[in-house]
């Protein structure tokens, strides 16, 4: 009997592809003669946009550098420089009709001396993830064939993005100037409510300041939530989120009086994001036929969804780098742009890499600035399944334990997702085989294999399942490989 098949078609929203991406932006600077060193540069980068494109991924932001040196009277001075930049990523599969969220960093800096003036070099990085529509095709009913037909929980990808703002005032003692400030964002939590994301983190602010004329390193952590509007939001489902600086200011009042700094911190955050909706359709996941083979093409699929979010706060420290020579010469005054490269194994648990950051000293009454780098190996605990999403540094300290041989500490504050595949078989196709020319035995016993189910069991002998269950009223099932399974067939 040929096979007459019916089938449920649906679109759906998925991750089609992570790409990266890297374009190097210039800033030039021209603080004026007597300078010969920037002692310390904070590149800011801003996304702006990210679409898609025929065979392409458009992004671009602006990318503000903050430059800290010393003039010739001695006293530090800032300049700050901003360009815009745009880029692209390229793809075969890319259309406009896709919707792209771009995590834009800057992965390493360089300045270089001409004539008078300093160009610095800025190598911004681009993830870019992905989404577009996909369609399914489930088999629901087969005359022909016998199906095994049960609810399917199929997943669909729901992305969202927002913006908010976060400000924070505080006071610093003895503080004259602010110099320069560096932030780092985490999200230490992300869950659904009903209609909305709930996005909780923490800023890691870094500020270099001026007290008593030297320069000195300031820190402080900065909580934020945000609420993020969204229609398909399931209550109590957890949700992967990248939170992004779209634009900091610091202001500082200075009161002489009473010797005390206000210091204003305000920015803009933009968040983007994505979890998994499920539903369930019931639907084919197997079939064959009694009277011969059928072509039966099967479905997989494994999104990767977020089941938790972990926070880890761990202290390293040891003998670190510098790029300069020091001695007991050398008064260190403040570590400043703190930031870590580091990789994860999940098959460990362990996170390894390196914290970077400038170190700014005086030697002979002149400043200098050095980078310096604390390698780090971190064993994070209960971290099965994750995967890490990113990594704050705060609280850098560095002392020279000999002459020309320096130690830091600093603090990692360390979120991770914890993810797993989701995963789901159904048919998408069934087609005729070959039909069975020899008849049918009148007795066929079958010898199971521990674990058989009363649907394997079926298959193997191709008979309903609702057969199977008459000849083998007793047994139970799964069954465990020791019983026997004796099928008659009246002859028709």
């Known amino acids: 009997m040929p096979i007459k098949a019916e089938y449920q078609t649906e679109t759906y929203l998925k991750k089609l592809a992570d790409v990266t991406s890297q374009s190097v ?41 903050t430059a ?11 300049a700050q420089k901003g360009a815009e930049f745009t880029h692209f990523a390229e793809g075969e599969n890319f259309a406009p009709a896709q919707t792209a969220f771009c995590r834009l960093g800057c992965e390493r800096v360089t300045v270089r001396r001409e004539g008078s003036s300093f160009v610095v070099s800025a190598v911004i990085s681009a993830h870019i993830s992905v989404y577009g529509s996909a369609e399914r095709c489930l088999l629901t009913s087969a005359d022909g064939a016998v199906c095994d037909m049960r609810p399917a929980k199929l997943l669909t990808a729901v992305t969202f993005s927002g913006e908010s703002e976060v400000e924070d005032d505080f006071e610093a003692a003895g503080v004259e100037d602010i110099l320069m400030h560096d932030a780092r964002c985490v999200v230490t939590d992300c ?18 300041a001026v007290r008593g004329q ?14 993020i509007l969204c ?5 109590s489902c957890r949700a992967q989120c990248c939170c992004q600086l779209a634009e900091a200011a610091v202001s500082a009042q200075v009161n002489e009086e009473r010797g005390r700094c206000a210091v204003n911190f305000s920015a803009r955050l933009k968040f983007f994001g994505e979890f998994c909706a499920p539903h369930e ?29 972990k926070v880890w706060s761990e202290r390293v420290g040891g003998v670190c780098s510098v790029s300069a020579k020091l001695d007991y010469g050398c008064a260190l005054k403040a570590v400043v742009l703190p930031s870590a490269e580091c ?23 002149e400043m200098h600035g050095a980078e310096i780098t604390l390698p780090f190996s971190a064993a994070l605990s209960g971290s099965e399944n994750a995967i890490v999403t990113g990594v704050a540094v705060s609280g850098v300290s560095v002392r020279q334990r000999a002459e020309g041989e320096c130690e830091a500490e600093a603090v990692l504050r360390i979120t991770a997702a914890v993810c797993t595949h989701k995963e789901c078989s159904y048919v998408c196709r069934i087609g005729d085989g070959r039909d069975d020319d020899a008849e049918p035995c009148a007795i066929s016993v079958l010898v199971p294999e521990p674990g058989e189910t009363l649907w394997s069991a079926a298959k193997r002998l191709k008979l309903p399942p609702e057969r199977v269950q ?23």
């Open 214 to 227: 030297e320069p000195v390193t300031l820190d402080r952590t900065i909580p934020f939530s945000a609420e």
């Open 281 to 309: 359709v019931v639907c084919a996941a197997d079939a064959f036929r009694t009277d011969g083979t059928a072509e039966v093409e099967m479905c997989t699929e494994a999104p990767l969804t977020c089941d938790d979010i």
């Open 231 to 235: 229609d398909d939001a399931v209550a």
């Open 343 to 365: 990789t994860w194994s999940a098959d460990t648990g362990v996170l390894e890499g390196a914290v970077n950051a400038t170190l700014i000293y005086s030697r002979g009454g």
């Open 191 to 208: 869950r659904c409510g009903a209609g909305e994301i709930r996005i909780n983190g923490e800023i890691c602010l870094s500020l270099l």
């Open 470 to 492: 008459e000849a083998c009223a007793g047994a139970t099932f799964p069954l465990s490989g020791s019983e026997r399974i004796l099928i008659y067939r009246r002859k028709q």
């Open 68 to 78: 800290v040196y010393a003039g010739v009277d001695g006293r530090l001075g800032r």
């Open 25 to 65: 932006v210039e800033c030039r600077f021209s603080p004026g003669d007597g300078v010969s060193e920037l002692l310390a540069v904070c590149p800011q980068v801003c996304p702006a946009v990210c679409e898609a494109a025929s065979g392409r991924i458009n992004y671009g932001g602006r990318l503000v550098c």
